[in-house]
């Protein structure tokens, strides 16, 4: 790199962040030579975006090269450094290098917490890679497996969302969350957890409609159905995280909050990826779960990955009403489904689809309904509409002139941010937009003083558990289940009814944690699965990963005094494997079918059904030398 860049990049000015906090972003980098291309780290690009006259405009407009350096100093005052990287796809080591490298660049001697935007691939070793949902021809270790056996250390503290390319037999066991490798944290399927003065929230997964509303039944052995429905978000995690109170500071998911490109810069969405035009114009881009989540947090920052590019947007909200109406959503809204695409537009040849085994099953349009004999239809109550129909009018029902509020609505008025900042970024490959460096302050500046960094300048801020989130967990640890395929979700209550038990818990979360200060992610990473031989050739293993009780998990639960339902004896777990996977559903996964937008895969068939997808860039993995094999974009 030479001194010009050096010197360009330390003096750039800020972005205003959150309506009143600057975040600075660093210019112009080259990646590592040993990564073998140029990388743009660029600031939150929103200069086409219709709120770009409420920010800081990325361009220099000083004439003073000493006005440049105090607005730099009085950016970099304060905050959490944090690297944000999209997609991992098991390349720990080039990502790690590319933080290093970016550091250097703008001068910092690290940063105080890497965020990984999922499909991190946490593969113990070659059985794991027999339940990630990759084509078995693309599957491969990457770099996790020496970071799991202790090897090699993770230079950063690292924490991560899972994705729809995982490790699902490692995270299953640690569904609240834990460490897969020391100094890498898994947010588990959805969590709230404190780092410094910051508070960050995330959520595991991508959208399926037709597994939203279905309990966690996935327990190994695995079948085809189990491998792809582990990493499709659920509603009783959303649930939990929809009934926050408290003012989140940073938010995490791996798909996109559903309809962000409308507060971005979406014709250069549409340049970049010309299918998602359709997919927005649709209402189908994105998960609605995360834009339920977005809406109710509010959160200063969002981050996500999954879509393989980078893109900014910036979302403002009217602030909460100081009068809370009391307001029961149970249920919240229907699971959609999505029409199904007639039109493919042209793929990228060079690009090969990760998802082309991961296709879902053909759904209905929207609005499109069952068929039903007419007469015995009925509109509710088990009455047929034709005798509903010979009743007086006074036992008409009146239609509801009300629309039925989103998931999450109304928003308390202790939740008081009104501008959220989302970035999306690509996976780690050569000319790719996968890494931004920046300082984050919480929405509410008191917390800079309430939760002060340390004198150890390697590791200023630690993990701690959330009170609040503790206090939800107990709420519904009672209510979970895992691996009974029989099982339904508990019946939304509202948020009314939930209220005073989250209440009464926190009481028992305060006085048996707060006060004994139990609040430490204790750092008590555990080896389970053996880990990866390196002279046992991962495509010679054809079995699965067997099952094991992760001592992080089971301390946790033993925390909160809730059941461990990750728990089995050796005598059950040997029965269940001898049994085999479970049958398949009747469900076809065809090329093809509507999938939402939520697999990137072809769910919407773009691509012809050969493999192709969208042309997102999943693809790379093309063979040649490289930890990756040689992504190749």
Request: proline share 8%; net charge negative.
């Amino acid at each position: 790199m030479n001194g010009k860049n050096d010197e360009r990049t330390s003096k750039e000015p800020g972005l205003l962040l959150a309506g009143r906090r600057p975040l600075r972003c660093p210019g112009t980098n080259e990646l590592l030579t040993s990564i073998g291309a140029k990388a743009l780290w660029e600031s939150f690009d929103v200069a086409s975006s219709p709120l770009h006259s409420q920010t800081h405009s990325t361009t220099s407009k000083y004439s003073s090269t000493r006005q440049r350096a105090m607005d730099f100093n009085t950016l970099e005052a304060g905050g959490v450094r944090l690297a944000v990287q999209g997609c991992g796809h098991g390349t720990l080591d080039a990502i790690y290098a590319s933080v290093t490298s970016s550091c250097k660049a703008r001068g910092w001697d690290g940063v105080d917490l890497l965020i990984i935007g999922g499909d991190f691939q946490a593969t113990r070793n070659a059985a794991d890679l027999s339940v990630m949902s990759v084509p078995a021809k693309y599957r491969e270790l990457g770099d996790f497996p020496e970071y799991y056996s202790g090897k090699k250390t993770a230079p950063y503290l690292t924490i991560f969302t899972a994705g729809n390319h995982e490790a699902s037999s490692h995270l299953w066991e640690l569904y609240y969350g834990g460490w897969v490798a020391p100094n890498i944290y898994y947010l588990g399927a959805a969590n709230v957890l404190r780092f410094g003065p910051l508070r960050i929230a995330g959520m595991s997964g991508i959208w399926k409609g037709f597994d939203y509303r279905k309990p966690h039944h996935e327990r190994l052995p695995f079948n085809d159905d189990d491998v792809k429905s582990f990493y499709h978000v659920r509603e009783i995690d959303i649930r939990k995280l929809l009934l926050l109170r408290e003012q989140v500071d940073v938010g995490l998911s791996h798909d996109w909050p559903r309809a962000i490109e409308n507060h971005g810069n979406a014709n250069a969405l549409w340049k970049m990826k010309p299918d998602f035009k359709q997919e927005s114009e649709d209402c189908t881009l994105g998960n609605p779960a995360a834009g339920y989540v977005m809406d109710r947090l509010r959160p200063a920052y969002w981050f996500s990955a999954h879509m393989h590019c980078k893109f900014a947007a910036i979302k403002t909200y009217e602030p909460p009403s100081s009068a809370e109406k009391s307001i029961d959503r149970e249920a919240a809204t229907q699971d959609e489904d999505a029409p199904v695409a007639t039109s493919i537009a042209a793929a990228n040849p060079d690009e090969i689809d990760l998802d082309e085994e991961d296709q879902p099953p053909p759904e209905k349009p929207a609005g499109e309904t069952a068929s039903a004999s007419p007469t015995n239809t009925a509109t509710g109550g088990g009455v047929p509409d034709e005798l509903r129909a010979q009743l007086p009018a006074s036992f008409t029902r009146p239609a509801s002139t009300l629309p039925k509020p989103d998931p999450g609505q109304p928003v308390p008025p202790t939740i008081t941010n009104t501008t959220t900042r989302f970035l999306a970024l690509d996976k780690c490959l050569p000319g790719r937009k996968f890494l931004q460096l920046c300082s984050a302050f919480p929405v509410d500046p008191a917390h800079m003083a309430a939760f002060p960094p340390s004198a150890d300048s390697k590791q200023r801020y630690r993990l701690q558990y959330d009170p609040e989130w503790l206090a939800i967990t107990r709420v519904f640890a009672r209510h979970l289940t895992v691996g009974d395929r029989e099982a339904q979700t508990p019946p939304n209550l509202g948020e009314a009814a939930y209220q005073p038990m989250i209440d009464q818990e926190r009481a028992w979360v305060d006085e048996h944690l707060v006060g004994t200060n139990k609040l430490d992610v204790p750092e008590n990473f555990t080896i389970t699965a053996p880990p990866h031989n390196p002279e046992v050739d991962p495509e010679t293993v054809d079995h699965q990963p067997d099952e094991y009780t992760n001592p992080q998990t089971a301390a946790f639960c033993e925390l909160l005094e809730v059941p461990n339902l990750w728990d089995a004896s050796d005598e059950a777990r040997a029965e269940r494997k001898m049994r085999g996977p479970p049958a398949m559903d009747q469900r076809n996964y065809q090329h093809g079918g509507g999938s939402r937008g939520g697999s990137r895969g072809g769910g919407r068939g773009r691509g012809g059904g050969h493999g192709r997808g969208r042309g997102r860039g999943r693809g790379g993995w093309r063979g040649g030398g490289g930890s990756r094999g040689g992504w190749r974009g």
